[in-house]
């Protein structure tokens, strides 16, 4: 088995940042995904400079909240009147499944903008991944893997599917197909960052992975959110300490 722990968030907020740099020094986890479109963007770009881990350091695209890099999807319902994320993608809506042709070539822009941002920021191309997951809705999978085609990148995060014992019916028959077109890529450009499975610590802790036999021989990718709360590295989302740390 091997388990990858890739930490999401990088460039959120400066405790973000600080718990992502500490967790990649000390090895805790294997890798990073970078939002270029928030404000503390900069300074996760110098610290990942300074502590030579650029190659740790993947894309994490954001359609979700903060300002976009491009003006054509601020004046759609993707965003509010301020010219923000108003977390469509995250939420019930149909946006989840189809865009107009205004949208979608707005987000095919704001997307590849984000790319070629990442790029110029001097990281080298590898993994790519999203906030709250909008790369995997019908109406955005198609471009993303679209433009990773296009720049090159080694891999795609899955669709979550654990624990496998929850996902079910409909659910997992998306599932299903969404990660038979991101094991595709991922297979043709990189078999080295393929995962056959994805979920949160919290996913992977309940099912029980590291001891389950249909586990031993495949590659997981683990997703944890740090963040420094009272001098202590814990989960974003769970509130839950993560690493038992040195």
């Not at 020094?25 to 400079?49: C, F, G, H, S, W």
């Not at 003006?71 to 301020?82: G, M, R, S, V, Y």
């Not at 080295?192 to 992975?209: A, H, L, T, W």
């Given at each position: 088995?091997?388990?990858?722990?890739?930490?999401?968030?990088?460039?959120?907020?400066?405790?973000?940042?600080?718990?992502?740099?500490?967790?990649?020094?000390?090895?805790?986890?294997?890798?990073?995904?970078?939002?270029?479109?928030?404000?503390?963007?900069?300074?996760?770009?110098?610290?990942?400079?300074?502590?030579?881990?650029?190659?740790?350091?993947?894309?994490?695209?954001?359609?979700?909240?903060?300002?976009?890099l491009t003006p054509d999807i601020?004046?759609?319902?993707?965003?509010?009147?301020?010219?923000?994320?108003?977390?469509?993608?995250?939420?019930?809506?149909?946006?989840?499944?189809?865009?107009?042709?205004?949208?979608?070539?707005?987000?095919?822009?704001?997307?590849?903008?984000?790319?070629?941002?990442?790029?110029?920021?001097?990281?080298?191309?590898?993994?790519?991944?999203?906030?709250?997951?909008?790369?995997?809705?019908?109406?955005?999978?198609?471009?993303?893997?679209?433009?990773?085609?296009?720049y090159g990148f080694k891999s795609?995060?899955?669709?979550?599917?654990?624990?496998?014992?929850?996902?079910?019916?409909?659910?997992?028959?998306?599932?299903?197909?969404?990660?038979?077109?991101?094991?595709?890529?991922?297979?043709?450009?990189?078999?080295?960052y393929e995962s056959q499975f994805?979920?949160?610590?919290?996913?992977?802790?309940?099912?029980?992975?590291?001891?389950?036999?249909?586990?031993?021989?495949?590659?997981?990718?683990?997703?944890?959110?740090?963040?420094?709360?009272?001098?202590?590295?814990?989960?974003?989302?769970?509130?839950?300490?993560?690493?038992?740390?040195?």
């Amino acid at each position: 088995m091997q388990i990858i722990i890739n930490a999401d968030d990088f460039g959120l907020s400066k405790d973000v940042n600080e718990a992502i740099d500490i967790c990649i020094k000390k090895d805790y986890i294997q890798r990073t995904t970078l939002m270029v479109n928030m404000p503390q963007t900069l300074e996760a770009v110098k610290l990942a400079k300074d502590g030579g881990y650029l190659n740790k350091v993947g894309l994490h695209i954001n359609l979700i909240e903060g300002i976009p890099l491009t003006p054509d999807i601020k004046k759609t319902e993707l965003c509010n009147e301020n010219g923000e994320f108003k977390g469509t993608f995250f939420k019930v809506s149909t946006h989840r499944i189809w865009l107009t042709k205004k949208e979608k070539d707005a987000v095919i822009e704001e997307i590849e903008s984000q790319i070629k941002k990442y790029k110029e920021l001097g990281f080298p191309i590898m993994h790519l991944d999203s906030h709250q997951h909008s790369h995997v809705n019908i109406s955005v999978l198609f471009i993303v893997l679209k433009l990773a085609k296009k720049y090159g990148f080694k891999s795609i995060r899955l669709s979550r599917n654990i624990p496998q014992s929850e996902i079910k019916g409909i659910k997992k028959s998306y599932k299903d197909f969404v990660n038979r077109k991101i094991i595709s890529f991922n297979k043709i450009f990189n078999h080295q960052y393929e995962s056959q499975f994805f979920g949160s610590k919290r996913d992977c802790e309940y099912e029980n992975v590291r001891n389950k036999k249909e586990y031993e021989n495949a590659t997981i990718e683990m997703m944890v959110h740090p963040v420094i709360r009272n001098g202590m590295i814990i989960d974003n989302f769970t509130g839950l300490k993560l690493f038992d740390e040195n």
